[in-house]
């Protein structure tokens, strides 16, 4: 998801609100608010200055988008990467190292991925996760559930279809239990809050 800050108060668009003090138009604009159709066939309120933080469907909409300057109406403030996409929901690659340190368990620092948290009500469509030590065995968890064993050198992929992942989650305190960096590569589903 990206953020995004309302420009309706565009130089290209006009002197709607001028402060009467210093002459100058007002930087947001206080009157100025329209109704844009967003990816879902609702109408969002956007009023000048406002952020918001949306998926990258709003993003065609800015000058980074390819909008001209006199014609975006939204500023791109923090972008997720992706490109914008002309519909309710869109796919982003992503991946994430856990360092799955000997001893360590689900709840230990860079253990835990949340993709649910990086991308607010999104989660992965797609998810292969590799276990890059030449040996031991680590414990996996999904979704603050679901658990299995994965040896070193081994993967575990869950295609379209098989499984929504929210959560990628390591423990390695098994006896004997050695370093065993975690890889993981996710096809995130990210949905409009629109």
């Known amino acids: 998801m990206s953020v995004f800050r309302v420009a309706l108060n565009n130089v290209g668009q006009g002197q709607l609100d001028v402060n009467p003090l210093t002459g100058l138009q007002f930087d947001p604009s206080i ?9 879902n066939r609702i109408n969002r309120l956007l009023s000048d200055g406002d952020t918001f933080t949306d998926c990258n469907y709003w993003k065609q909409f800015s ?7 006199d014609l975006a109406f939204v500023e ?13 929901s869109s796919n982003i690659v992503d991946s ?6 000997a001893g360590s368990v ?8 949340d993709i649910e948290g990086d991308y607010p009500g999104a989660y992965a469509v797609y998810t292969r996760i590799i276990n890059t030590a030449a040996s031991g065995t680590v414990s996996i ?12 050198g081994s993967e575990m992929v869950f295609d379209i279809g098989d499984l929504s992942v929210t959560k990628v989650a390591v423990q390695n305190n098994g006896s004997g239990a050695v370093a065993s ?4 590569i996710a096809l995130v589903k990210s949905v409009c809050n629109t």
Request: glycine residues 14%.
């Open 106 to 113: 689900y709840a230990t620092a860079g253990n835990e991925w």
């Open 141 to 152: 968890q999904l979704n603050d559930a679901a658990t299995f064993s994965l040896d070193g």
């Open 96 to 101: 994430s190292t856990l360092t799955g340190a």
């Open 181 to 184: 960096p975690i890889e993981v």
């Open 63 to 69: 000058v980074a988008g390819g909008a001209a300057d």
């Open 31 to 39: 009157q100025r608010t329209v109704y844009v159709m967003g990816p």
């Open 76 to 88: 791109l403030v923090s972008d997720d990467g992706s490109i914008w996409a002309d519909g309710a």
